[in-house]
């Protein structure tokens, strides 16, 4: 069976210093990984999309990026962190020309 | 671009039945999912409707009207646990391949 994994579950860090949220997929080949963003009480914002490795599509152009080193890593970075990049992130993984996804635990960022 | 609407807040009592409405605005569909998501937790993938009609897996079932641009969650046989934000998400084309955007979410509250 299929499993995914994200760390750190809670993060606080200060404005201006970087970030780095990593997730891995186990279980699965070359599947189709996705970066989100919830802020409290609303709904999931698709940061990043990537279909294969290497393949990063952006959806919100922001001070954040991501990669995708290996077929099932990806990994969401920032070099500065703002007050506005606080939230829920959330990976998810999904079979190429689905509908469903599966999401990781997630992680809640705090920029203070 | 693609838009949802769902009602914010829906209750209801324990053994009742209860429908979420959701109506999409997109630019290409391929299809309508739902996720439930408990208070921190991650959202977990329950359907996903890209023919008309209605999906039925145990006590949940979804139905969708492409012509209507409609669907709507059924949850029968209501439990406490049923207490949850249930979001809808359109399945639509985006830069060569198909990404979800989700709506705002409906929470459930279900009482004695």
């Known amino acids: 069976s299929q499993t995914i994994h994200q760390w750190p579950a809670t993060l606080v860090q200060p404005v201006g210093s970087p970030l780095s949220l990593e997730c891995t997929v186990e279980g699965t080949s070359n599947p189709n990984l996705y970066w989100y963003r919830q802020a409290a009480g609303r709904g999931l914002q698709l940061l990043f999309y990537?279909?294969?490795?290497?393949?990063i599509s952006s959806e919100v152009p922001q001070n954040l990026s991501a990669s995708r080193p290996q077929d099932r890593q990806f990994i969401l970075s920032s070099k500065k962190l703002l007050l506005s990049d606080s939230g829920f992130y959330l990976c998810?993984?999904?079979?190429?020309?689905?509908?469903?996804?599966?999401f990781g635990p997630g992680t809640r960022l705090t920029v203070l | 671009g693609q838009s949802l609407e769902q009602p914010s807040e829906v209750t209801a009592v324990e053994g009742a039945i209860v429908q979420i409405n959701c109506t999409y605005q997109t630019s290409g569909f391929y299809g309508l999912s739902w996720y439930q998501q408990h208070d921190g937790g991650a959202p977990t993938f329950l359907s996903y409707n890209a023919l008309d009609g209605l999906e039925e897996t145990g006590r949940f079932s979804s139905f969708l009207s492409r012509s209507d641009s409609y669907g709507y969650l059924l949850l029968q046989e209501l439990q406490m646990k049923d207490s949850a934000s249930y979001f809808c998400a359109v399945r639509a084309p985006s830069s060569g391949y198909s990404t979800l955007t989700f709506g705002k979410g409906t929470m459930l509250l279900v009482s004695p």
């Open positions: 998810a993984w999904g079979p190429a020309g689905g509908g469903e996804q599966f």
């Open positions: 990537s279909v294969g490795i290497g393949q």
